[in-house]
């Protein structure tokens, strides 16, 4: 700590995990961050951190103005409590611009307030990442903390990225998100993974992607996405043309929704990265209970065929982009000179 005061020089510095800070020595160390002048990137991977430490840290970051980037891990010790705190402090908070945090528990009166800091006009943040640890449903926060977060997204147009994992948020919480990115001008990448998003939060995945010219990565792994949810996301990917990357991995899609995919790229030359596989312990993790329908080697083929047609026109589309952007930035540069 005493060092950390006097540092000019170290601009990273990262609580280890097997660290075996008590309360006291961690305010301690806490304190020495807080004096610093240099530190920009703070990591706590304790798995020692409670809410009580987390409560301590969230204290130092409310007026910080140096911290930029703050990752949590191993924070299984880490409920309700000590995620309010924390939330309470980045409302106050004017520097931050990543955040990512894994914690054991969350329910949505406790993550509101961080998704509520989103939407301040001072807000800076261009990354968030969420991770609750927790495998009961019960504890993880669901549709009211997603409504929330939606609202925000409405408001920002700083957040370029967007991890929600091992949520519940389910058909209510995702299909109000993707509602809310239907015309977001900023977020580029979605990964909302293990959610309990299922067919009903597709359909507006798939309307999303009919009108959103932002969003370039999207990953809905490990959720509950069937025959019915891959159709409508085909039909959005049929009018998009900005989507690079589609991962809907390990969910109980068959080979006749992988074909309503493939359907909708046939007038789609953005998508270059599509994954559609079962892969790994996921399986086994996840799907348990079930068996995952099967899609065919010529399905998958066929994707495949289509992923390197749209690799060869790649470039042109890219100088097509960004020609379009160039227009857009001329268009609007004339329209506040004119008024």
């Keep these: 700590a005493a060092a950390l005061e006097k540092n000019t020089i170290v601009e990273t510095f990262f609580f280890g995990p097997r660290s075996e800070f008590t309360p006291e020595s961690f305010k301690v160390m806490i304190n020495g ?4 002048k240099a530190i920009v990137t703070l990591g706590v991977w304790n798995e020692g951190l409670s809410n009580d430490m987390m409560a301590g840290l969230s204290t130092m970051l409310k007026n910080n103005d140096r911290i930029a980037s703050l990752s949590i891990e191993n924070g299984e010790k880490v409920t309700e409590v000590g995620l309010k705190a924390f939330g309470k402090a980045m409302q106050e908070n004017q520097h931050m611009k990543t955040i990512s945090i894994k914690i054991g528990k969350a329910n949505d009166e406790s993550i509101s307030p961080l998704f509520h800091s989103i939407a301040r ?6 990354m968030l990442t969420v ?3 927790s495998e009961e449903a019960s504890e993880r926060y669901g549709d009211v903390a997603s409504v929330v977060l ?8 700083e957040l370029l990225v967007l991890n929600l994992e091992h949520s519940n948020i389910g058909n209510l919480g995702g299909t109000a998100l993707f509602q809310a990115l239907k015309n977001n001008t900023s977020i580029n990448h979605v990964n909302i993974y293990n959610s309990s998003i299922g067919d009903a939060a597709s359909h507006a995945v798939g309307e999303c992607l009919k009108t959103n010219k932002k969003l370039l990565d999207l990953m809905l792994d490990h959720n509950k996405i069937g025959d019915k949810g891959a159709k409508f996301i085909g039909e959005g990917l049929a009018l998009n043309q900005h989507l690079r990357t589609l991962s809907i991995v390990n969910t109980p899609i068959s080979d ?5 995919i493939i359907n909708g790229m046939k007038d789609n030359t953005a998508l270059v990265n599509v994954h559609l596989r079962r892969t790994g312990r996921n399986v086994r993790e996840f799907w348990r209970e079930k068996q995952l329908p099967k899609i065919e080697n010529d399905t998958m083929a066929a994707l495949d065929s289509l992923l390197v047609r749209n690799k060869e026109w790649s470039p042109l589309l890219n100088r097509l982009l960004n020609l379009e952007n160039l227009v857009d930035a001329n268009l609007n540069g004339e329209g506040r000179q004119a008024i």
Aim: hydrophobic share 30%; proline share 4%.
């Design 150 to 157: 939606a609202n925000a997204i409405t408001h920002t147009k």
């Design 256 to 260: 006749y929704g992988a074909l309503n």
């Design 121 to 126: 006009p001072e807000s800076k943040l261009r």
């Design 131 to 133: 991770h609750t640890i």
């Design 33 to 36: 961050v807080k004096e610093n």
